[in-house]
C-alpha cells in the first residue's frame, strides 16, 4: 500500500534494549486507543478519557490475564506525536514483561512497526517536514554539545527555513521570466535581464555558502582526532590531566573506540576532541618499523592533528631531532596538521632552540602543564584548525546530513546552467527548465518532491519505536 | 539522616541504557515539579496542571538553553509512584540528550537517585509493603512465565497477606497466652493448653509449607536444564524441532548461556525448560576422556536432567549397551534424572528390547518424533520431574525471594521452641518471648520491622531509576 494512505495500527517498544526502571510501549494509529482500552483494567475506559492524560491500571493479555500495573497515557488525534490516535504505556522495565505487553498489543491486530514509522506518520500527517523527522534520528544519535545545538536547530526547521528562503527566491525568478522577459526577443532591456542574473547569482552563492556548513556539520558531529605523542616524560599525561580537569565532554561511547589506546573526550567550545595518548614514540628511525609500536603508527595516521609534545628544559640532541624528522615524514605523508608543544616553559627562559623547518602545516608553541601557561592557545589553536573561519556567532543552522548536501549540491549545478543559458541570451523557456529541476531538488530535501523509496530508505535507518 | 526523613528531590534515568526512541527520566521529591517547571518551557507551568496530565514543550538547560523538545507528566502528591511530587520527562531517546537533561535537574538542587530509591520511598510512604516492593525488581528480572505470575502475585500482596495472616495467629495466641493463662501455676486446663499447642502446629506447618514453595519459585524463576544426548542420528534433531515448535519460550537472554552449544528455550505450561542439544556421544568409553567431547560432559555435569536419545528401530548392540552404561555412571555420579527416550516407535511393534537396569532416578519411554506421538507424555515428565507434587490449582502465591525463605525458617525455630516450652509445661512468659521474636521475623518480611541497613540492602540492588 502508498505510504501515504496506511492508517493501520501500529506498535513498537520505544526505549532501548535491557533492564530498567521503566520501559515504553508506544501504539499508534487508527485504532490505537479502543485497542489499548480492550487490553486495559483501569478506573474509566480509555476512549472516555481527555486527550494527554495518564492512568494507572493493569494491563492484560488477550486472554485477560494480568501482565503488570501500567501507566497508560492517552493522546487522541491530531494532538499527538504522530498525528494519530496514540497510545504509551509505561510498564516495569525488562524484557519479559515488556515483550509480553507487545505481543498482547499485536494479539489484538496491531502490527510491528517498521523503524522509524512513527515518525514516517509524523511527516506524512504534517506534524513535521521531512528535515525535521530526520533531526530527529540526529538528535538521538547526537554525541557532542555542537552536533546536538544543530540537530535541535534543523528539528526546529532552521534547515527548512533557509532551504524555503531559496526555494522563494528560485520561484521569484521563475515569475520574473515567465510573465516580463523573453530574451529571445529583440529590444529586452539588458538591466532587467542583469537584474535576473544578480538575483540568481545571489541565490547560488547563498546555497554554496550553506552547502559548505556540511563540512563543519561533520566535524561537529564526529568530532576532531587528535593523536598526543612525544619522547617519555615530556609531559603527555600531565597535558592530558590538566585538559581533562577543565574540559571533560559528555559524551556517550564512541562504536569503534579501541580499547587498548587511551583515548579521552574534550569538549572545547563545544567541539568534541578525541585525545589519543600513545605508547611514546622512540629515539630511532624505528618508529615506522618496530611492531611494538604498530599501534601508535596506525593512530597517527588516522589523526587529524598530532600534538607532539617537547620537553623544552633539555637541549635537543641530535637523535632527537632524527626523531622528529622521521614523524614529520609520516604526518606529511597522510597531511595531517602537526603542532610541536615545547613543555616546560617556566623552567627555560625560552631561548631553547627549535630548529626544525616547518610547513604551512605545522606550528610550535610552548606551554607549561606546570602553570598551564600556554594551554588556552594551545584549545584555540586545535578549535581554529578544526573549524576554520567557523563564526560562532554567525546562525547555529549546520547541515549535518549527506542527503540535504547532495541535493543542494544538484540544485547549483542545474542553477549554474541556468545563469549560462539567460548569459547567453537563450529563451528564457530553456532558463525556467533547469530552475524548475533545481526547484525539485530543493523540495527533495524538506519532503516536498521526496518519492516514497527515498522516503522508506530515509526512515529504515531510524530506531525502531521512533 | 535516617531513610525515613528524606523529602529531598530525586532524578535518575530510568529506561535502559542505549539508544531508542524514547528515554524517561524521573523526579521526585518535595521540590520535583516547581523544580521541572523552572527548566520547561510549555503552553502552562507545571504547578498549574492538573495530576496526571501530560504536556508538551522544550525543556532547558539551567541557563535556558533549549536541550530537547519533551512530553513531561506531573504527578501530584500523594497520587504518584512514591506518593511525593512526581514528574516524568519524557525525551528523545540517545545518552547525550538524556544525561544533559538529568545534569539540569541535578543543576537545580536535585540529587542522583540511589538504585532503587523511587520504590524505597513508596514503601516509606506506606505505597506498598516491603514485599511488593521487592516484587517491582523482580517483575523486572522475571525471565519465565511463572517466574513473572509469581512475582505479580507478590506484587499485589500475595506474600504480604500470607504472612499478615501468620502474623494475625500468632497475635491470637499472644493474647491467648497473657489473658487465659498460666501454665506454671497448677490447676489449669489441659484441654486449653492442647487447644494453644494445636493451634500453634497448625500455623507451624503453614509457615513450612509456604517456606517449601520457595523451591518452587526457584525452579520457576531460573528454569531447568534438560541436555539432550545420545548417538548420531537417533533424532535428536528432530525432537528440538518438535519441541520448539510448539512450545519456543519468550525469554530474554539468560547471562552465562554459552555460545558454542546449542541452547533453546522451552516453556512446557509456563516451566522454563533449557534444552542444550549436545554433540553427540560416541560409541566407547571415550565419553570422560576425549577433548572434543569435554564440553558436552560439563553439559551432563550440570544438568537436571539427562535425555538421551535412541533409536528403537535398531537393535542394541554391546557397544551401545556400554555407551549407555557410561553415561548412567556420570548421571549417577551427578545425581541426575535420565529419561531414556526410545525414538522411532512407530517403525518398531515395540518389541525393541531395552534391558538397561534403571534406578528411580532413571526411565525409558517411547516416542516418534515423526507422528509426535509420546511427545506430550516427555513434556508432562519434565514438568513432573521439575516440580513434583505441584498442583497449579493451587495458590499461585510463591516464595521466591530468599530473604523472605530465610526469616520463615527463623520464625520456625522461634516457633518449634516456643512449642516445646508449651509442651513442657513452662511458664508463658517464656513462650511469649519466643513468639515475638517469631512475629518479628515476619514483621521483617513485610517491612513492619526491618531496620534500615537491611532496607538499604535490599533496595540497594535494584535499578537506577526505579
Known amino acids: 500500500m502508498p505510504l501515504r494512505e496506511r492508517n493501520d495500527t501500529i506498535a513498537a517498544v520505544a526505549t532501548p534494549v535491557g533492564e530498567g526502571g ?3 510501549i508506544r501504539v499508534s494509529g487508527g485504532n490505537a486507543v479502543a485497542l489499548c482500552d480492550s487490553l486495559f483494567a483501569g478506573k474509566k475506559p480509555l476512549l472516555d478519557v481527555p486527550s494527554h492524560t495518564v492512568h494507572h491500571g493493569r494491563f492484560l493479555t488477550g486472554g485477560g490475564e494480568t501482565i503488570d500495573e501500567v501507566l497508560v497515557s492517552v493522546f487522541r488525534a491530531p494532538h499527538s506525536y504522530t498525528g494519530e490516535e496514540s497510545v504509551e504505556i509505561s510498564c516495569h522495565g525488562g524484557m519479559f514483561i515488556t515483550n509480553k505487553i507487545l505481543y498482547a498489543v499485536l494479539s489484538k491486530g496491531a502490527r510491528t512497526a517498521d523503524p522509524g514509522e512513527f515518525t514516517l506518520r509524523a511527516f506524512l500527517n504534517g506534524k513535521m517536514d521531512l528535515t525535521q523527522a530526520e533531526a530527529v534520528a540526529a538528535l538521538i544519535h ?14 526546529s526547521g532552521g534547515v527548512t527555513r533557509r532551504v524555503e528562503h531559496f526555494r522563494t527566491n528560485l520561484i521569484d525568478l521563475c515569475s520574473l521570466l ?4 523573453d530574451f529571445s526577443q529583440e529590444g529586452v532591456e539588458l538591466t532587467k535581464r542583469d537584474d535576473v542574473i544578480e538575483k540568481l547569482d545571489n541565490t547560488i552563492t547563498d546555497i554554496k555558502k550553506f552547502t559548505t556548513s556540511y563540512l563543519y556539520g561533520r566535524v561537529l558531529r564526529d568530532g576532531v582526532k587528535v593523536v598526543l605523542t612525544g619522547k617519555p616524560n615530556a609531559g603527555k599525561s600531565s597535558l592530558l590531566n590538566i585538559l581533562l580537569q577543565q574540559n571533560r565532554a559528555i559524551v556517550s561511547e564512541i562504536p569503534g573506540t579501541t580499547r587498548d589506546v587511551i583515548e579521552e573526550n574534550l569538549s572545547i567550545n563545544g567541539l568534541l576532541v578525541r585525545l589519543v ?18 599501534r601508535t603508527h596506525e593512530e597517527l595516521e588516522s589523526a587529524s592533528v598530532i600534538a607532539v609534545m617537547i620537553d623544552s628544559s633539555e637541549m635537543m640532541t641530535k637523535n632527537d631531532s632524527e626523531l622528529y624528522h622521521s614523524l614529520l615524514r609520516v604526518s606529511r605523508k597522510n597531511k595531517s596538521i602537526v603542532i610541536f608543544l615545547l613543555n616546560k616553559s617556566d623552567l627555560t627562559n625560552r631561548e631553547f632552540s627549535f ?19 600556554g594551554i588556552p592557545e594551545f584549545k584555540q589553536r586545535l578549535f581554529k584548525i578544526s573549524l576554520p573561519n567557523y563564526d560562532s556567532g554567525s546562525s547555529s543552522i ?15 549545478e542545474k542553477l549554474d546552467l541556468a545563469r549560462q543559458t539567460l548569459a547567453n541570451g537563450l529563451s528564457s523557456d530553456f532558463v525556467a527548465v533547469d530552475l524548475r529541476a533545481a526547484l525539485d531538488y530543493l523540495g527533495e530535501i524538506i519532503g516536498i518532491t521526496t518519492p516514497d523509496d527515498i522516503l522508506q530508505n530515509i526512515f529504515s535507518k531510524f530506531c525502531i519505536g521512533k
Chains 1, 2 share one sequence.
Open 22 to 24: 521503566i520501559a515504553v
Open 142 to 155: 547526537a554525541k557532542t554539545e555542537k552536533s546536538h545545538a544543530a540537530s535541535l536547530a534543523q528539528l
Open 178 to 181: 515567465e510573465l516580463e522577459l
Open 277 to 294: 595518548d600513545t605508547a611514546g614514540i622512540r629515539q630511532s628511525e624505528d618508529i615506522i618499523e618496530e611492531e611494538s609500536i604498530r
Open 355 to 373: 630548529d626544525l623547518p616547518l610547513t604551512e602545516n605545522e606550528s610550535q608553541m610552548f606551554i607549561s602543564c606546570l602553570t598551564g601557561d
Open 398 to 412: 549546520l547541515l549535518q546530513n549527506e542527503r540535504h548536501k547532495v541535493a543542494l549540491e544538484k540544485a547549483v
